[in-house]
């Protein structure tokens, strides 16, 4: 695996019609402390809004004191927004969080900093707590201790794509998002999860650091608005060890089972706690577990 040798920093944000949403966001980076000496950059991505985005980032553009760029990029899909904004960065450090976001005034500074200690790190996640204690708890994580990520357990728990940063040289070795994958296309998730198995599959240390921290605004409080992200999460879940198995990933085919008859099954947790039946999510992941095998390469 190829590595970095600077700190330099490209932070890419993917938007669409949230105007209201991505200003919030954009405001957090004035309070940024980002290591001093090292270069960094904003670039927010426009997936094709029809609402005022435009204009506010325009407007954003002339107040703020650090570099912002502004991309439309039509293509639907948060891969091929995030895409867009990988082939635009100028530095050699990637960060990627989301529009509902908000940053920690030492965000930036905590991502150049594990870089920095350590050249072999492709790849770090952080922490993301709830900004509105009134929202569900979900799309978070809250570990607070720093953790080596070496399996793909460990990636499901620990990292999301709303808190991440990439080396350029490990994307290089990975591989870009699949376009075909995540908010926007068919298969409606797991676009992140997918990118950081190819990352561990290609050898990159990777690193959960807390203090690489932001705040999520999901605004997620009625039952069918979580109900829907996690069947969500199952599909991205599914479409994930879908893809990797037809590209011959044999160690996924037993989890992939298992995680199947867990979803048919009523056990018992280590901290004694019951689950129930889920046949709902049973059929998701079946349909798309065989649907990413079918048409995902």
Not at 39 to 51: K, P, Q, Y
Not at 104 to 116: E, N
Not at 154 to 175: E, P, V
Not at 260 to 286: F, H, M
Request: aromatic letters at 8%; one cysteine or more; charged letters at 25%.
């Amino acid at each position: 695996m190829p590595q970095h040798s600077t700190s330099s920093v490209s932070v890419v944000i993917a938007t669409l019609n949230r105007s209201a949403q991505i200003a919030k966001c954009i405001e957090r980076f004035r309070d940024l402390a980002p290591k001093p000496g090292a270069a960094w950059e904003l670039i927010v991505i426009d997936n094709g809004s029809s609402d005022d985005t435009a204009a506010r980032i325009r407007a954003l553009q002339a107040e703020c004191d650090f570099p912002l760029s502004y991309i439309f990029e039509p293509t639907p899909g948060v891969s091929a927004a995030r895409n867009a904004g990988i082939r635009a960065a100028r530095h050699d450090i990637l960060a990627f969080t989301d529009d509902d976001c908000r940053v920690d005034p030492s965000w930036l500074h905590s991502i150049q900093q594990v870089f920095a200690d350590d050249p072999a790190v492709a790849m770090v996640g952080g922490r993301v707590d709830l900004f509105d204690p009134e929202d569900y708890e979900i799309s978070i994580r809250r570990f607070d201790d720093r953790y080596e990520i070496k399996t793909i357990d460990d990636m499901f728990t620990r990292l999301i794509g709303c808190n991440i940063a990439i080396s350029a040289a490990a994307l290089a070795g990975a591989g870009a998002f699949d376009t075909s994958m995540g908010p926007g296309t068919r298969f409606k998730a797991g676009e992140d999860h997918e990118l950081f198995y190819r990352v561990l599959k290609c050898g990159g240390k990777v690193i959960y650091e807390p203090s690489v921290r932001v705040e999520h605004a999901h605004g997620r409080r009625a039952q069918d608005e979580v109900r829907a992200l996690k069947a969500n999460y199952v599909k991205g879940r599914a479409t994930i060890f879908g893809k990797h198995i037809r590209a011959g990933d044999r160690r996924l085919i037993k989890r992939a089972y298992w995680e199947l008859c867990a979803y048919l099954s009523s056990r018992q947790r280590p901290d004694g706690v019951r689950t129930t039946r889920e046949p709902e999510s049973a059929r998701i992941y079946l349909t798309s577990l065989v649907r990413s095998f079918l048409f995902l390469h």
